[in-house]
């Protein structure tokens, strides 16, 4: 996220560097990393002194001033990303002649390249699950075991297990009595609303530039924000970005915010022809002068399409 981020402000200039130096390619996309720059697999730093020689740059520390270089290395590092990944899924593609594509593994969380394989790929469809790294792996394979034992066994899915396979938010969720019960023994001032009153309470408090913390029912599975656990601003307001980042967020300037939009009018802001529904494609933005806080520098939003189905209570306050 950090690396995709950056590359938006920088040139592609190592990127042939990198490939000859730090990777061999082959057409198919397998990949071998030259060690020789890599410490991860026996310390806790990522690259060794080599590394550093090789770009003329030491390991930055974390508070020190971000400069052209790094923008430079995280878009040359993200170019080529892009390029061995278009490698691996035009290969499977020649291997298997499907029309659609799923995608696994952390590196699916980068939604710039998975928008450069939707648009030069093969494939007409693409589909990445909402925690697509290590521990959405590991529910892949229980999922694998459990669907297996279904067929082998032929049983017959209920409509409940329909319900949870197409449901992100399967986190813990607190009713209202509880979190009353929380604000009371802790003497913190409370309202209480009907669900008309908290619509239209939350959306003027947006529309008034307030940033709000919108918290409902059980939270979202994977590593974004999807409504349920969600920081709320209006992305009309250009300074918002600057805000968020540096009174709440407190993270790099360079990285951008994500919009959520309701999924029938996204082809009105966004040059996208699917569904983005866990916030895992980047695609331009058609008016950015209408939605600078959620433009990145690049012209692009990471967005997440919201329907009525999935997300009512969301829908309801983004229609609000």
Known sequence: YKLMGLSSYGKSKYHDLI??????????????????????????????????????????????????????????????????????????????????????????????????????????????????????????????????????NRIIETESSEIIKNNVYVGPEYKNEEIKLFLISNNIEFEEFDKKGLLEKTA???????????????????????????????????????ILNEKIKHREKFRPFAPSILEEYTKEYFEIEIPSPYMLLV??????????AITHVDGTGRLQTVSKKVNPLYYDLISE
């Not at 969600?230 to 250009?238: C, F, G, T, V």
């Not at 695609?283 to 600078?292: F, M």
Request: charge should be negative; hydrophobic fraction near 40%.
């Open 19 to 152: 490939l000859n130096e730090l990777i061999d390619v082959k057409e198919d996309g397998s990949l071998h990393l030259n060690m020789k720059y890599f410490a991860f697999t026996y310390d806790k730093i990522m690259i060794t002194k080599k590394f550093e020689e090789l770009f003329g740059i030491p390991t930055r520390k974390e508070d020190s001033k971000i400069e052209q270089i790094h923008f430079d290395i995280g878009a040359s590092a993200q170019s080529v990303l892009e390029e061995v990944l278009l490698k691996m899924v035009n290969h499977v593609f020649k291997e298997t002649n499907e029309k659609n594509l799923c995608l696994g593994g952390g590196v699916a969380l980068n939604g710039v390249a998975n928008n450069k394989i939707l648009k030069e790929g093969p494939f007409e469809n693409i589909h990445i699950p909402p925690s697509p790294g290590d521990a959405g792996s590991a529910v892949g394979c229980a999922a694998y075991a459990y669907y297996s034992f279904l067929n082998n």
């Open 283 to 292: 695609a331009n933005v058609k008016k950015p002068e209408i939605i600078p």
């Open 204 to 242: 003027k408090l947006i529309e008034e530039q307030n940033v709000v913390g919108w918290y409902q029912g059980r939270m979202e599975w994977g590593p974004r924000a999807l409504g349920n656990r969600s920081i709320l601003a209006d992305p009309r307001n250009e300074k918002m970005k600057e």
